[in-house]
């Protein structure tokens, strides 16, 4: 099984930056891709950001395109979700979700962290 923990959610600013993290850990967590969703209150969970743990590949979606940027430090088994200019409407729960592929769909992802509140004032 894999173990998903996601950390550094918070209040931030329109404007500002946060920093999420995702670590995993378990058996075959190591060829794993991970990617972030996130979900509003009342809205579905969409696909925010994912990268190959093999490789460079990394997949945004258009919405957070040049704002965010996903990275991995495999070596601590760590991917990271770097926020710049946030947005009110990035205010969601985010979450790491690990899958054998790059996708969009939460469907194709197997594990999930518990979540991290990420909130963003007007």
């Known amino acids: 099984q894999v173990q998903l923990a996601e950390s550094g959610g918070g209040l931030a600013q329109a404007g500002g930056s946060l920093k999420l993290s995702c670590a995993a850990s378990g058996r075959s967590s190591s060829r794993l891709t991970i990617s972030w969703f996130r979900q509003a209150p009342g809205k579905e969970r969409e696909f925010v950001a994912g990268i190959g743990w093999i490789g460079r590949s990394t997949m945004y979606a258009d919405s957070v395109k040049g704002r965010f940027t996903i990275a991995r430090e495999n070596t601590k088994n760590m991917v990271f979700l770097q926020m710049n200019s946030l947005k009110p409407e990035d205010t969601a729960v985010y979450y790491c979700?690990?899958?054998?592929?790059?996708?969009?769909?939460?469907?194709?992802?197997?594990?999930w962290g518990q979540g991290t509140q990420v909130t963003v004032s007007s």
């Open positions: 979700a690990a899958s054998t592929q790059l996708a969009t769909s939460p469907r194709r992802y197997n594990y």
